[in-house]
Nanobody, 124 residues
């Protein structure tokens, strides 16, 4: 059974960087496209970024302003999301997701597996 566990969230100051990590277990990591999504209070879950199975291709949301960088380490079964400069509107629960045989999708329904999420709260 695939499990995804996010880490790295917490309270952070606006303007500071933050790196979120997601550890994958229970399956074959490099057969999965990995994605990051977030959900702010009272809002729909939104796509941030995705990365292909071997990290050669990435896709970023046009509407979610970053900058963000997604990367993966297939030797450690981890995918990370770097938020380079936090803004208050980045406050949300951040989720990683995994999907096999999918394109670099921005559609949450295409992802099979989800983590429980990690809360990021940005203060000014």
């Amino acid at each position: 059974q695939v499990q995804l566990v996010e880490s790295g969230g917490g309270l952070a100051l606006a303007g500071s960087p933050l790196t979120l990590s997601c550890t994958f277990s229970g399956g074959t990591f490099d057969r999965n496209v990995m994605g990051w999504f977030r959900q702010a209070p009272g809002k729909e879950r939104e796509f941030i970024a995705s990365i292909s199975e071997f990290g050669t291709n990435t896709k970023y949301s046009y509407s979610v302003k970053g900058p963000f960088t997604i990367s993966r380490d297939n030797t450690k079964n981890t995918v990370t999301l770097q938020i380079h400069s936090l803004k208050r509107e980045d406050t949300a629960v951040y989720y990683c997701a995994a999907g096999r045989w999918i394109p670099l999708s921005a559609t949450s329904s295409q992802y099979e597996y989800w983590g429980q999420g990690t809360q990021v709260t940005v203060s000014s």
